[in-house]
């Protein structure tokens, strides 16, 4: 049985990363749903966050070969943890001035912004889940999509999970590392859910 | 302050490398400029890239601890290492290719011999790098070297721009380790596991333990005797751990899977305690993935790589470690034992199925070629097989009693990789007799290297096993595609005798079982390559073989 997974992945910030790891996943025959890849507080650091729809023991194999890659910090297989898995969407809008109005109520709902604003359309901004921007999509079918634009998820886990390490590797010489590592992030953080 | 060519250079000679093979070209000019003011470094100029990268890999594989390099120029000479780079890559070989590249400025515009070698290879490289600036070059061949040579190892290639070979710069070879967060050393074995293992040696009734070729890269073949001996365990192994375990010993089963001894077939579908060490469980050791080990209690897989476990076969128990360390802190834990009745059984196995051919047809059997070849060397050669029966043959019908002098290409089943390997082998082990084995078809893709071979006076004994046609691919037909022999047929093939006075190379050829001993002595004595060609049954086939698609214990074996 396939499903979405989530992988949370760190990698060195250098070039060709990105083609590595897409490569890999292709080359074991997984299919990526969403990628999503940007700095971190350390700029030697990258974290790609990517969304890959396989079996559980493919989603194994697939977060190992990954991890073999040189340039993979840590991988993390963060699906069915408590996380926060967020995309943003920009869509314009047709909107004449006359229909406006019902537009931005939905808008309003969905805590989206208007960001951009012209004679005959919006662009609109919405953030939060995957389910939320599919919902929202849905409903501004009907009143004419120009154009749509999604970024991909970008999730961390809630609170101070432990994350499935499944490279928990010990530095030459030192003792295996048997404290779970701990993550960053605020518990009970509850923005875009809607 | 030193150019990047000798930037390189010197830190080749850091690395403990005194063998490089390759090939000039535009864009690694600047290397060649320098490598003759560096005694140290004896090149070897192969006739084609490929060939490089199999000599290179040869090299590697047949001194445990060294790292093979090759040299190849940019665009068409460095896509010619593909097929080498991935043969290494699926057996693990540790390999530093160094491929010229156009200048960093003329990067991405489609310059004469260009072309994206980092991309092109990234699928079968352990990692790879593009220098970017002079003052990395140093740090980066301590990296590849450190990368290609530890962990599980495997080729690293490094794409070196033209201008940076020709920039000045320092030359500070890092003194410190390299240590990358992104590459951690290999995990300690864990104790409860080994634990649980000697508990799960202690309680089985038919224990077996399969070697691969980890056993091997770890130097791990006295550890893995020690368990065997003291719990008096059958050891069986994949093609690629040929050697790990003598096969004279006792407790010795035979190479397991496809082509592997009905014996060995047996006593893993048997087991009720399979121990895995340093093997990747492939489609050609298991046959149909469900006939593998069926009466599997607790399978055990002890591998370097994480991603090997699971991957093909799931585990009861698994460890992540080099094979020597495990094995070594298992042995503290097993005790002593004998299972006589499971002994008893594997003896009775071994006298129903021995590995046997048949000579009805009068004419000359592979079997007896190489049975004279170890008849006159015993354990003390190194012996290369190319792909195909020839492969398989090799494997079975010589008495490996020491690790590492069985070297072929079991992943990738590369054609044409035994001859250029040979050569490898031969310059990293000068002492030892060298036989290449290989078939007509094999020898003739990478046959240029009779050049080198005759250039530098490699001594190698190359035993050709010419059956005329593409044998296996022949034999597949014959027995699993409705008997339709399509494009296998190679009687036209040089005459190998010609070809070897052409090139300057001492060649014999015969069909006769009585001569195959004068010729092999002939070959031996000759200080310098020796072409030997054996005109074989032509329908002599590979015995014992799992149909396709069919299961361990369905072995075909000679009638």
Redesign the interface.
């Known amino acids: 049985m396939t499903q979405s997974r989530l992988l949370s992945v760190l ?2 910030n250098k ?2 990363v990105l ?2 790891v897409a ?2 996943i292709r ?1 074991r025959g997984f299919n990526i749903d969403s990628l999503s890849v940007g700095p971190t507080d350390d700029d030697t650091i990258s974290r790609m966050t990517i969304t890959v729809h396989v079996g559980r ?1 493919q989603a ?2 697939a977060t ?2 990954l ?2 890659l ?4 840590t991988i993390d297989d963060i699906t069915g943890l408590r996380n926060v898995a967020h995309e943003l969407v920009l869509i314009r809008m047709q909107a004449p001035p006359g229909e406006r109005t019902e537009l931005l109520n939905l808008v309003g709902i969905f805590r989206g912004r208007i960001v951009d604003v012209a004679a005959s359309s919006v662009i609109i901004e919405v953030t939060g889940s995957a389910e939320k921007i599919d919902n929202f999509i849905e409903l501004m079918r009907p009143y004419g999509i120009k154009e749509l634009a999604r970024s991909g998820v970008v999730a961390l886990v809630r609170g101070d999970q432990a994350r499935i390490r ?8 030192d ?2 590392q048997t404290e779970p590592a701990r993550l960053q992030g605020v518990a009970g953080d509850t923005t875009g859910t809607v | 302050m030193l150019t990047g060519a000798q930037v390189a250079l010197e830190s080749l000679i850091r690395e403990g490398v005194d063998t490089i093979f390759g090939y000039p070209g535009g864009a690694n000019l600047w290397l060649y400029r320098y490598l003759p003011d560096y005694p140290a470094l004896h090149h070897v100029l192969v006739r084609h890239e490929q060939g490089g990268a199999h000599a290179a890999d040869g090299y590697a594989r047949s001194k445990r601890g060294s790292v093979g390099v090759v040299f190849a120029t940019s665009g068409p000479g460095a896509l010619n290492l593909v097929t080498g780079l991935a043969t290494a890559y699926m057996d693990s070989v540790p390999v530093v290719a160094i491929t010229g590249q156009v200048p960093s400025t003329a990067i991405g515009t489609d310059s004469f011999q260009e072309s994206d070698v ?2 092109s290879t ?2 079968v490289v ?2 790879s790098y ?1 220098i970017t600036r002079a003052e990395d070059i140093a740090p980066t061949i301590k990296e590849a070297f450190h ?1 290609a040579r530890t962990g599980r190892p495997g080729p690293v290639l490094i794409d070196f721009p033209k201008d940076l070979q020709a920039a000045v710069t320092a030359f500070n070879y890092p003194d410190a ?1 390299v ?10 074995p ?1 104790p409860a596991k080994l634990r649980h293992i000697a508990e799960l040696i202690k309680g089985a009734k038919r224990p077996v333990i399969l070697a691969g070729r980890g056993v091997l890269i770890a130097r791990a073949e006295e550890e893995l005797a020690e368990l065997a001996h003291q719990a008096h365990i059958p050891v069986g192994w994949t093609l690629l751990g040929t050697g790990a375990f003598p096969v004279t010993d006792p407790l010795a089963l035979q190479m397991v899977g496809f082509m592997g001894a009905g014996y060995t077939n047996k006593a893993v579908c048997e087991a009720d305690v399979l121990i895995m060490v340093g093997m990747r469980c492939d489609d050609r050791v298991t046959t149909r993935l469900d006939s593998f080990a069926p009466r599997v209690e607790h399978l055990v897989h002890i591998d370097i ?3 090997e ?3 093909n076969v ?1 585990p009861h128990v698994s460890v992540v470690a080099d094979a020597k360390v495990a094995l070594r802190e298992l042995n503290l834990l097993v005790e002593p034992k004998r299972e006589h009745q499971w002994l008893t059984q594997v003896d009775q196995w071994k006298e129903e199925h021995p590995v046997r051919f048949t000579t009805h047809t009068g004419l000359l059997q592979p079997q007896q070629v190489l049975e004279a070849m170890y008849a006159r060397c015993e354990d003390e050669a190194i012996v290369l097989a190319d792909v195909g029966q020839n492969q398989i043959w090799a494997a079975l019908w010589f008495n490996y009693s020491k690790p590492g002098l069985f070297l072929n290409s079991g992943g990738t089943g590369t054609m044409g990789y035994a001859f250029p390997a040979s050569m490898g082998a031969k310059l990293a082990n000068p002492g030892k007799t060298v036989f290449c084995v290989t078939g007509e078809g094999g020898f003739v893709m990478n046959m240029q290297e009779m050049a080198t071979m005759v250039e530098n006076n490699i001594d190698v004994n190359v035993i050709i096993l010419n059956n005329s046609s593409l044998g296996m691919v022949r034999q597949f037909q014959d027995d699993f595609y409705d008997g339709v022999r399509s494009a296998v047929d190679l009687t036209f093939t040089p005459d190998f005798v010609k070809l070897g006075d052409a090139f300057g190379m001492k060649a014999m050829s015969t069909d006769r079982l009585e001569d195959v001993g004068r010729l092999l002595d002939e070959a031996m004595a000759h200080k310098g390559p020796v072409l030997l060609n054996f005109n074989i049954d032509p329908n002599a086939n590979v015995y014992p073989i799992v149909p396709l698609g069919m299961g361990m214990l369905d072995f075909v074996e000679a009638s």
């Open positions: 990698v060195d070039p060709g083609q590595r490569s890999m080359r023991q194994e194999q190992k070969q991890a073999k040189i340039d993979v910090i499944l490279m928990d590797f010990a530095i030459d010489g003792e295996p | 980092i991309g990234m699928s352990k990692h593009l990368i380790p240590r990358r967060r992104s590459y951690p050393a290999p995990p300690r864990d790589d994480p991603a476990i699971g991957k799931i």
